[in-house]
């Protein structure tokens, strides 16, 4: 320990006592990410319980210099919550209070540490639910400081679209109320919208209003099978311009159903695939909404393989899809994985799409693709084994020409999963002379660089340092 870290460290302790550990378990619980091949252990996490714990927290980084990150549930893919090495991670697992709900202004106040599927299990005798769904169970603090999305943005929209109104603790130790319960306002700047997709790198997110949304009456699901991967994604363009408003419309490639088949004992038809979902006021909108993408899929050689009307019909035919995720990682023990997550116009969509198969050809990689592709959101799921130098370096290469593809189309390098420090190297591209503002907007609220520093708008060429610290690449 050196003499600094003690300094801070009792400081710390002083305020907070038992809420802070330096136990191996929980640094080494808070040094790793799901998707970034890093390891980077703080010197101590914090387990706040209340918005005075983050400020206490906030009060030691400033007085001593030291930097934050603030911790969700870790489940961020490109390095937003890895703390700096030996520094404080600030985990707001414990504000998971839940307000009274609104039925009438359809609004909760939450804390950040509140997850996801708990949420919804809350909501739902309401006859309301939450409807942003990144997949991950993560918790919503986390989910606004990424503007995360998922398979209900092409209906519902993502986070921005979805919080009413955040508190947010700044480090000069000021707290923040931004947005309101109001469904419209014309009053200052729009700061809240700043703060959600800023990794915690201006503020920390103590409390968030969010809006919610009637469950919908009546519900339909529709699998689609497609003689190729154009195919289908032509057809989920054309159910659009048809005028589908879908609360769902997933895609997955042959590829990927070949191990969802395996990991979990099912038998659909290994072909590039469209899972939907429509809702109406009644049958007769929902079986029109059928209708329709049944038309879609016909004007592009797609057939119907599986139709769901009732709640547990649906789960199943969903099944698949929800368990893409694992059955991908399973089906190459083993290997690391690193996923690509990129958005483009409709419009552009085909193109990028044989793009990245045309990419995966040249390099002699295997990669499933999966997609939000309703709104244009396209996931690789790259994997080797963590040694293969050779491998990760075509697997860098691939993405790298995605993500520059996807900017040029006037797309984005990040659909969902956030800067953090891998997409950082592609924010002059896509933001020009406006990153430069963004990085003066930064050093506004945070002008010794000690919240989440690197991240977002850090420099992509170096890593964030403090002292003779140093991160670990597996």
Not at 253 to 268: E, I, L
Request: hydrophobic fraction near 40%.
């Amino acid at each position: 320990m050196t003499e600094g870290r003690g300094n801070w460290l009792t400081a710390l302790r002083e305020r907070l006592g038992g809420r802070v550990s330096v136990q191996p378990g929980d640094l080494k619980a808070h040094a790793r990410d799901e998707g970034t091949p890093y390891t980077w252990t703080p010197g101590a996490v914090v387990f706040a319980q209340s918005e005075a714990d983050v400020r206490a927290t906030l009060a030691v980084a400033r007085e001593y210099g030291v930097p934050v990150t603030p911790w969700g549930a870790g489940t961020s893919l490109e390095g937003a919550a890895l703390p700096v090495p030996g520094a404080i991670s600030l985990d707001l697992g414990g504000l998971d209070t839940v307000g009274a709900v609104d039925p009438l202004g359809f609004t909760v106040t939450v804390g950040p540490g509140v997850r996801r599927v708990a949420l919804n299990r809350r909501l739902r005798p309401h006859g309301l639910f939450f409807p942003v769904d990144p997949g991950a169970d993560a918790s919503l603090g986390g989910m606004a400081a990424t503007n995360a999305s998922g398979t209900t943005t092409v209906r519902y929209g993502g986070m921005r679209e979805n919080v009413a109104a955040l508190r947010v603790a700044l480090l000069d130790g000021r707290v923040l109320s931004l947005g309101s319960a109001a469904r419209k306002s014309s009053s200052g700047y729009a700061l809240k919208h700043l703060f959600i997709g800023s990794e915690g790198t201006l503020g920390v997110i103590t409390a968030l209003t969010l809006r919610l949304h009637p469950l919908p009456p009546v519900t339909a699901s529709v699998q689609l099978v497609f003689p190729d991967v154009a195919s289908a994604v032509q057809a989920s363009v054309t159910a659009r311009g048809l005028g589908v408003t879908p609360e769902r419309l997933e895609f997955v490639d042959a590829q990927t159903v070949r191990a969802v088949n395996r990991h979990r004992d099912r038998h659909d038809p290994e072909a590039p695939t469209l899972w939907a979902e429509v809702a109406g006021r009644d049958r007769t909108d929902v079986e029109a909404g059928l209708a329709l993408l049944r038309e879609a899929a016909q004007l592009h050689g797609g057939q119907v393989v599986g139709e769901a009307r009732t709640p547990e019909a649906q789960g199943a035919l969903w099944a698949a899809r929800h368990g893409v995720y694992d059955a991908l990682r399973a089906a190459w023990p083993g290997h690391t994985t690193r996923i690509g997550d990129v958005c483009v116009p409709l419009p552009a969509l085909a193109e990028t799409v044989a793009l990245a198969l045309r990419l995966l050809e040249e390099q002699g990689l295997s990669a499933p693709l999966v997609g939000h592709i309703g709104d244009g959101n396209l996931h690789l799921l790259m994997h080797a084994p963590p040694d293969d130098a050779a491998a990760w370096a075509r697997i860098d290469h691939v993405l790298h020409d995605l993500a520059t593809h996807a900017v040029a189309v006037g797309g984005t390098c990040t659909g969902e999963h956030g800067v953090g420090l891998r997409k950082r190297p592609y924010l002059r591209a896509e933001h020009g002379a406006a990153l430069d503002v963004m990085r003066d907007v930064k050093t506004l609220f945070d002008p010794r660089g000690l919240l989440n520093p690197g991240k977002v708008v850090g420099d992509p060429e170096t890593l964030p340092s403090w002292r003779n610290d140093v991160s670990t690449r597996l």
